[in-house]
């Protein structure tokens, strides 16, 4: 799971060449790419960019869209915001816990891993979800899995 | 014939794919000459999908259709304009449109946002090119003229900020658009990017050519995967027509346009932190001073504005600064562009001068909760805005009347809640949200905030309550007068404001123990 070719990452890479304010575009690059960043695309990155692997690590850290480890085969995130908590989010997190998937653990069950988001900006039409980047108003537990499972299918 | 389906994302979310999947379908099973356009959103967004067709009358709506729908609506007269159950009549004829004030979101929902002569015929360009007439001294003098304030949060006048890049002298300059919108109940960026993404190409040209900037940068949250697409590819398509590259409409001058996408970081939208992520770094706040207008991106001179302010722009060129400075509500001038968020019957876009009510927003516009229960409390201003009850109905929505009060007006999204909400769980939520997404620079904000969460607790569990609601308010003084940026500093509104309103969802008991 975790091999990738270095030289095909490097090529991916090949425009950030020596830019050291290229770091976060390429972390979005190599997880575009490969769905996470593994841990030695981290040197990768800092060998292109020309800056420390510490630098690298640190811009990795700090920004909680990037993984470490390959997502599940759907990624459902969820609205747990204000505007998505007058709405029932709260209820909808709950429900889909019940069901073995915590926002928290990130536990993969069945391909389907559920994870919490701060806003997706659809806060008229709450609770608010993207299903593999499908957006999905008013939802529930029962409609955000049965959308996810027609994407893990 | 012209059938309008919006590509919008709060459209897709329930299904207007689908929709235009089957009305496409259906009209090359029967012969029909049919075209689908996917238009922006017209920000009634409980009527999603709202599916439109073009009448000798006008457009005629019909509301949350879906695609399973199509094929009984087809028959039943859709096409032709029949009156249906599902109709609302001539779209731009709705009380909840004509009401409002479209400047900023004029052409948002009339047509394909993506193309480019459409925009021109709309009145695109119109701007830019009066602009181009101009010195970049007198397009800021019609910026400050009319009294455009910063639409992210602050408020600060965007002329004012210009005049400072423009006075600047350097090799490079920038302008930077902050199209974070981390707000919970805010989606106006986000809706005009993928509704008018050329108004924001044109605004921020505008800006660059103005101050002498060749390069801009628009910082879209990650959140948001077609906002990005639209402004990726509206760039390309005004970058192929000239708007856009080394020498913007036959000028001779030069403004060059890039994205750039966050990474799930709320703080990112504080500017200073904004110029960090733009440089690839993590996105901590900077202390001020130096002013990003005089040292920002790469350490030059940089316009950072939000993209409400940077499109209000084409229209303050196109028609004037007095036009603009005619509209509002004292010294703040001009439309906001209001989003109705939360628990509400009607949410979606409401731009009107500043002025309007907040109890008109809310029942006027808004018809009350979508659940039917009463209005406990509306948060106004996202997770750093106060919570307030009822008894704010009458407060005229405007930066000075809401400071007044205790609250502010932010971005401009109000979320409202009914009464089954407990708000010791909201003021809970707001530190949890500080110390999740705090930089870590202040102790107040990055560590303050996580004792806020176990205090708070303590309070409800009715644990030495008297001792506990003081050493919360103690902290939350700390975090107000310690903290470099808002995130920590106005994390405190949320809390106290709930606090104050909703003692008893707090288990206070009165004389405490
Ligand atoms: C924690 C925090 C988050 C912010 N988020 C945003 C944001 O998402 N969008 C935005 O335009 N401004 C945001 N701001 C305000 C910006 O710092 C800045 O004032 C604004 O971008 C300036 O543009 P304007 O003058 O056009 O409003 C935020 C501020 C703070 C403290
Ligand atoms: S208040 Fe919080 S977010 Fe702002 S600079 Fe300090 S630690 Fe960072
Ligand atoms: S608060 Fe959930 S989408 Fe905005």
């Known amino acids: 799971m975790t091999q990738f070719v270095v030289e095909d990452l490097e090529r991916t890479l090949a425009p950030f060449r020596g830019d050291a304010s290229a770091i976060l575009r390429a972390l979005h690059e190599v997880q575009s790419e490969l769905g996470f960043v593994p841990d030695s695309a981290l040197d990768v990155i800092a060998k292109t960019c020309n800056v420390s692997r510490a630098e690298v690590y640190g811009v990795f850290t700090f920004y909680s869209d990037f993984r470490a480890t390959p997502p599940a085969a759907c990624v459902v995130k969820v609205c747990v915001a204000e505007a998505c908590q007058a709405n029932g989010s709260r209820e909808v997190v709950a429900d889909l816990k019940a069901q073995g998937y915590d926002v928290h653990t990130r536990k993969a069950v069945d391909g389907i891993q559920v994870e919490q988001a701060f806003c997706l900006g659809n806060c008229a039409l709450g609770p608010a979800a993207f299903v593999n980047g499908q957006p999905i108003g008013r939802a529930t537990a029962e409609s955000l899995l049965a959308a996810a499972r027609e994407v893990s299918k | ?513």
């Not at chain 2, 996917?38 to 949350?64: D, F, I, K, Q």
């Open chain 2, 1 to 513: 014939m012209k059938v309008f389906v919006p590509c919008d994302s709060a459209a897709l979310s329930v299904g207007a794919d689908s929709v235009a999947r089957a009305i496409e379908e259906i009209a090359t099973v029967k012969g029909l000459d049919v075209t689908v356009v996917r238009n922006g959103s017209r920000g009634m967004l409980w009527l999603e999908p709202l599916v439109e067709v073009e009448t000798s009358a006008g457009r005629v709506g019909y509301a949350n259709v879906s695609a399973n729908a199509v094929a009984t609506l087809i028959d039943s007269g859709m096409l032709e304009g029949a009156q249906l159950p599902a109709s609302i009549g001539i779209v731009d004829n709705h009380e909840w449109l004509t009401r409002q004030n479209r400047v900023t979101f004029a052409r948002v929902g009339i047509s394909d946002p993506q193309c480019i002569t459409e925009y021109e015929s709309l009145g695109g360009w119109a701007g830019l090119r009066k602009a181009l007439t101009m010195t970049g001294e007198d397009v800021v003098a019609d910026v400050t003229d009319s009294g455009l304030r910063g639409r992210g949060g602050a408020g600060f006048p965007a002329g004012i900020k210009w005049k400072t890049v423009v006075n600047a002298t350097a090799d490079q300059k920038y302008v930077c658009c902050n199209a974070d919108e981390g707000d919970s109940g805010t989606f106006a960026d986000r809706m005009l990017m993928e509704g008018d993404p050329f108004t924001l190409i044109e605004g921020m040209t505008i800006a660059g050519i103005a101050v002498g900037a060749t390069r801009g940068f628009i910082y879209i949250r990650s959140e948001y995967p077609h906002a990005i697409t639209a402004m990726n590819t509206a760039i390309a398509k005004a970058q192929e027509k000239g708007f856009l590259g080394d020498n913007v409409d036959g000028s001779g001058k030069e403004f060059h346009l890039d994205v750039r996408v966050g990474a799930g970081s709320y703080v990112c939208g504080e500017e200073t932190a904004m110029l960090e992520s733009l440089e690839g770094k993590r996105g901590t706040v900077r202390p001020k001073p130096p002013i990003p207008a005089l040292v920002g991106l790469f350490g030059k001179p940089t316009i950072i504005n939000n993209v409400m302010t940077l499109a209000a722009v084409p229209m303050i060129m196109a028609q004037g600064a007095a036009a603009y400075q005619a509209l509002g509500h004292e010294k703040s001038r001009g439309t906001q562009v209001f989003q109705l968020a939360g628990n509400i019957k009607q949410g979606g876009i409401v731009e009107i001068d500043f002025g309007i009510t907040l109890g008109d927003l809310i029942d006027g516009f808004g018809a009350g909760t979508h659940t039917g229960k009463p209005i406990k409390t509306v948060q106004i201003g996202g997770p750093l805005g106060a919570y307030v009850g009822t008894e704010a109905w009458p407060t005229p929505m405007a930066y000075e009347s809401l400071a007044a009060t205790g609250a502010m007006l932010g971005h401009g999204g109000i979320v409202v809640f009914d009464d089954s909400v407990n708000m010791a769980a909201q003021a809970r939520f707001a530190m949890e949200f500080c110390a999740e997404e705090s930089c870590g620079k202040c102790t107040p904000c990055r560590i303050g905030s996580t004792r806020g969460v176990e205090v708070i607790d303590r309070i409800v569990a009715g644990d030495e309550q008297s001792k506990n609601l003081e050493l919360l308010e103690d902290l939350c003084e700390v975090m107000t007068d310690g903290s470099l940026c808002a995130m920590g500093g106005l994390t405190p509104l949320p809390v106290r404001s709930a606090l104050k309103l909703f003692p008893a969802d707090f288990n206070i008991v009165s004389g405490g123990k």
